[in-house]
């Protein structure tokens, strides 16, 4: 197998700003343009094992395979070849204005408009190729190498390791020469199920007052509104099933996509700051708040895995999600860089988008199991944090540029699903997590470490019809450390250097139990490193 992708993006800006008196203009223009191309090459052996030995009550589940060798190109049938290259544009066009006037009274203190204009558009264009050519894998033998990564999973014992693979050299550097040198004549090709165009236009304008008051119980704030009108079209394909008697799909072919969907959302705010003391504050907010689908999200496109024989597919008729928040907050800062705080938050969910399968689904003779996200009704999200951060200021020279910072979320969430008598907790959400981190900052040198942890935490839901029944999907706990370097070279040159997934993180899942495993998956380590410039 070989997965290459290729990124290229341009932003460009400009801004003006002009203060008159009680006054303030500012104007802001942005332009993006990005491309995104993803070639994914594969080539699988296939065989027949007499035994197959599997205990998933182990920390790293194990799978043996006995009276067949792994090694030896003669066990093997050549199996399917898999093309898959994706081809995104994406442009966004953006201009925004905001005047604020300043107010003299013992109250109001300021009225500010804005209005912003966005344009965003997406092209997808997909070549898709899915063949099996069937038969001894002898006489092919220049084609494959032993695994190359045969270290997985800190070089587990408990699954073989040794065995042969494609030379991924080969297949991303000739696939089509591979492909003739197997004898397969059919050459990949654009297909209709995955070409795609999303336009969004939004027109956004906002009022919003901000309040003080220094006498007696010293108050500030602000309250606004925000009115924003969305225009949406999504043109594309999606495939045409017809359900069998057993109950699965069957793809009969497809049938063209074009979505407009117009419509108005006015989102009010407010937000209060109570100055007990110098040290001490209480914060309150209330808002109403929306969240749009993205664009893959959106898309109709179907994206299938023949090896594994799962899929997943978007939903151009989903609905944003909308939201009413209420927040609160308490905070006590003891230093000029020391604080802690305690705060609690709720929020009332409707047209909560969730992802789940719908039963099986036969597709060019092979049954996927497809997942597709929708909007799975109404929520609800509450809890506390607690958390706190400081400097170590007080320490001698370079030492008091250390410091640290930590909290602590408790989450608790509801909703209906899309299936009968099924409730589950948010997508995504755990109900306990916590972060850490060490913190330097000191002259021209900044440096984090962050060790994050989260509880168990939904993934989505799978359908087994009447026969298994719809189970949801969880991730085990699990934690994440980064780390992170910034060192100012000059006023104008900034050396960066991140470390991701330091731990290697390590992705269980499970069906409803944790008797009934999922996957399981170890990601890399990622290490970035640059330079960046300021004029």
């Known amino acids: 197998m070989s997965r290459d992708t290729y990124d290229e993006n341009y932003q460009y800006s400009a801004g003006v700003k002009w203060d008159t008196g009680p006054a303030h203009l500012s104007l802001d223009a942005n332009y993006s343009k990005s491309t995104n191309t993803l070639y994914y090459a594969e080539l699988d052996l296939a065989a027949v094992a007499p035994r197959i030995d599997q205990d998933i009550t182990t920390t790293v589940p194990t799978m043996k395979i006995t009276g067949l060798n792994l090694n030896d190109i003669n066990s093997y049938t050549i199996g399917s070849m898999t093309y898959n290259q994706n081809n995104y544009k994406g442009e966004l066009k953006a201009l925004r204005g905001d005047v604020s006037f300043d107010i003299t009274s013992d109250f109001l203190k300021s009225m500010d408009f804005g209005v912003r204009v966005a344009d965003r558009t997406t092209d997808f264009s997909p070549i898709r190729f899915f063949q099996t050519k069937g038969g001894s894998a ?13 270290d997985m999973f800190n070089g587990s014992t408990n699954i073989d390791q040794n065995f042969l693979v494609a030379d991924f050299n080969k297949l991303r550097d000739d696939f089509n020469g591979v492909r003739t040198q197997l004898g397969i004549t059919v050459a990949p090709a654009v297909t209709p199920l995955g070409v795609y165009s999303i336009h969004e236009k939004t027109y956004a304008g906002y009022a919003m007052a901000k309040f003080k008051v ?31 008697p057993n109950g699965s799909f069957l793809q009969t072919g497809f049938a063209p996509v074009n979505v407009d969907t117009d419509y108005v959302t006015a989102l009010p705010s407010a937000n209060v700051r109570f ?11 209330a808002s109403q708040v929306i969240t749009r689908p993205n664009f893959g999200q959106l898309a109709p496109t179907l994206t299938l895995v023949p090896g594994a024989q799962t899929g997943s597919s978007g939903n151009p008729d989903l609905s944003p999600l909308k939201a009413d ?4 907050s308490l905070e006590y800062y003891f230093s000029p860089t020391g604080s802690i705080y305690a705060a609690a938050f709720y929020r009332k969910v409707q047209d909560f988008i969730q992802s789940s399968s719908r039963g099986q689904e036969t597709i060019d ?4 199991q497809i997942t597709r996200p929708a909007n799975s009704g109404n929520g609800k999200i509450k809890g506390f944090e607690v958390g706190g951060q400081t400097f170590f200021d007080f320490l001698p020279g370079l030492l008091s540029g250390f410091g640290v910072q930590a909290n602590y979320t408790f989450v608790d969430s509801n909703t209906t699903t899309s299936f009968a008598g099924l409730s589950a907790p948010l997508s995504n959400l755990s109900k306990n997590s916590f972060n850490v981190s060490g913190i330097y900052e000191k002259g021209p040198v900044s440096a984090r470490v962050a060790y994050n942890w989260r509880d168990k935490f939904l993934t989505g839901i799978t359908a087994g019809g009447s026969t298994l029944g719809n189970y949801p999907v969880y991730r085990k706990p699990y934690g994440w450390l980064d780390a992170s370097l910034n060192v100012d070279i000059t006023k104008q040159i900034t050396f960066t250097l991140e470390g991701s997934n330091l731990l290697r993180a390590k992705t269980d899942t499970y069906f409803d139990v944790p008797t009934r495993r999922g996957n399981w998956e170890q990601d890399d380590i990622q290490v970035m490193a640059g330079v960046r410039f300021t004029l």
């Open 325 to 328: 928040q209420l927040d609160a």
């Open 214 to 244: 220094d006498s007696g119980l010293r108050v500030d704030g602000n309250i606004g509104v925000r009115v924003i009108k969305t225009s949406l079209q999504v043109v594309g394909n999606r495939a045409v099933f017809v359900q069998q």
């Open 138 to 150: 002898t006489p092919y033998a220049g084609l494959f190498i032993a695994n190359p990564l045969n």
């Open 275 to 285: 100055k007990l003391t110098d040290e001490l504050q209480l914060r309150l907010a």
């Open 365 to 368: 003779g092979i049954v996927y």
